[in-house]
């Protein structure tokens, strides 16, 4: 990343996270009957920031299109990107993993797209001492097409509404085992980027994900932000913009 001009927003953002937006309550009263309950809980563990829908997706899309993007059809196509670097290796280490399950092959995404996630994963680390995880990253038309014949609520393949991992944009980061507090971090983090238009999210409820598509602009403006050492140290003095 280099010395001079990192991450200041970080900091930032790990203080929005911690104090702003009360945008979910969690509190319950107890259901006199057990089918109350039941429905009570389930509203409880279905309360995104940010619901899927098709609106949604038309934007990830609009993006791709905004850069003419190719929609990875097939191994060939994706061995090309990586070899040009179109598409880079999302690297592991003490802030972040991948699911074992993800196939070595599609561990890839745009330069930008791993800025951000090597990004956020640092800025939890901080605030939990605890990794993020990587479970899906970039796809081809073959395989989403393979998904939707066991999945009917993954995204076409084709269209105006396809999944925009298919131009390696998009990542799914495990929501499933995060607490509330770790939950709620994450989603006020995407907030402030989304405000930013530099994040598309959505929260997947069957698979208890975090799908995000990353804009190329995320890039650029990571570039005009001052910067702090990424460790446990106080700030250093920032540095002139």
Aim: charged fraction near 30%; glycine fraction near 4%; charge should be positive.
């Amino acid at each position: 990343m280099g010395t001079g001009r990192f991450r200041l927003w970080v900091a930032l953002l790990s203080m929005i996270a911690s104090h702003a937006f009360g945008l979910h309550s969690y509190t319950t009263k107890h259901s006199t009957t057990h089918k109350a309950s039941k429905h009570h809980a389930r509203r409880l563990r279905w309360n995104p920031m940010f619901r899927p829908s098709h609106e949604s997706l038309l934007r990830q899309n609009e993006e791709i299109d905004r850069l003419d993007l190719p929609r990875i059809q097939d191994d060939d196509e994706l061995e090309a990107l990586k070899a040009s670097q179109a598409l880079v290796p999302i690297r592991t280490g003490q802030t972040l993993r991948v699911d074992p399950r993800l196939d070595p092959d599609r561990r890839f995404c745009r330069p930008w797209t791993r800025d951000f996630v090597e990004d956020l994963s640092q800025a939890y680390y901080n605030e939990f001492h605890d990794q993020i995880q990587v479970n899906s990253a970039v796809r081809t038309v073959k395989v989403q097409k393979k998904l939707r014949r066991h999945n009917r609520n993954a995204a076409p393949a084709e269209g105006d509404t396809a999944s925009s991992h298919l131009a390696g944009l998009t990542l799914d980061i495990q929501r499933r085992g995060m607490s509330k507090q770790q939950i709620h971090f994450v989603e006020r983090y995407l907030f402030y980027l989304r405000a930013l238009g530099l994040v598309e999210p959505e929260e997947e409820r069957r698979q208890w994900v975090f799908h995000v598509m990353v804009s190329e602009r995320y890039a650029g403006w990571r570039e005009t932000q001052d910067v702090v050492r990424w460790n446990n140290e106080p700030f250093e003095e920032l540095s002139q913009k």
